[in-house]
């Protein structure tokens, strides 16, 4: 079974500072690992998916992440905030070269923006 | 390019009724997934229906059922519905049913249970 844990259910920033939401997964299986993010009252978008080409996955609006599997995580980061950016934003993990395996979804992290 | 688009995007029923909701997919994607998400909750996963045949179902009970049409769009259908059933309901399209394709998500459908 898959699952992901999404450390803080809410983020607060500065605006223009770092920002760090953090995703650790369990999966006896190597994963493929999603970070989405979902603007009020929309649907999900995706920012970035790791599949095994290389740990380090960069994304859409500078967002990136490390795939670590020592530590099996996979936080998302982006060098500077900006207002826009305040959103939910869901990892999520599947199994990697399946046929039908559903997304596992995190709780998610709701990142806010300060002026 | 149209996305994911999804009806009606609302909807208000009370409790025993039973909904429909609909959900066309991206032009050439073969795949549909319906997620539930209730507030505050990541979404979780409720079917997947690939060339029109079920190929994943999540932990949902029986009042819950879909099926996906040769055009491949898809319905949901709940049954005798729950307080507990209010959420927003999300389905994603992707090209097939590989775990390594994008799933684009529609908008979604708000379900309120009264």
């Known amino acids: 079974a898959q699952s992901v844990t999404q450390l803080g259910s809410h983020v607060s920033v500065s605006e223009g500072a770092l920002v760090l939401l953090r995703c650790n997964y369990s999966?006896?299986?190597?994963?493929?690992l999603f970070w989405y993010v979902q603007y009020p009252n929309q649907g999900l978008q995706l920012l970035l998916k790791y599949t095994s080409a290389a740990t380090l996955v960069k994304g859409i609006n500078d967002f990136e992440a490390e795939f670590k599997k020592s530590e099996t995580s996979f936080h998302l980061t982006k060098p500077s905030a900006h207002m826009s950016d305040a959103a939910e934003y869901f990892c999520?993990?599947?199994?990697?070269?399946?046929?039908?395996?559903?997304?596992?979804f995190g709780k998610g992290t709701r990142l806010s923006v300060i002026a | 390019d149209a996305g994911v688009t999804q009806s009606p995007t609302h909807l208000i029923k009370t409790r025993g009724q039973h909904v429909t909701l609909r959900c066309s997919p991206i032009s050439g994607h073969k795949s549909v997934s319906w997620y539930q998400q209730v507030l505050g909750q990541g979404p979780q996963f409720i079917f997947q229906?690939?060339?029109?045949?079920?190929?994943g179902r999540g932990n949902f009970p029986d009042r819950f059922s879909a099926r996906q049409f040769p055009n491949y769009s898809s319905e949901l259908n709940v049954n005798a519905l729950l307080l507990g059933d209010s959420a927003l309901y999300l389905c994603?399209?992707?090209?097939?049913?590989?775990?390594?394709?994008?799933?684009?998500f529609g908008p979604g459908t708000r379900l309120t249970v009264l």
């Open positions: 999966s006896s299986v190597p994963p493929y």
């Open positions: 999520a993990v599947s199994e990697m070269d399946s046929g039908n395996t559903p997304l596992v």
């Open positions: 229906y690939y060339e029109k045949e079920e190929r």
């Open positions: 994603a399209s992707s090209l097939d049913s590989s775990s390594y394709n994008e799933q684009f």
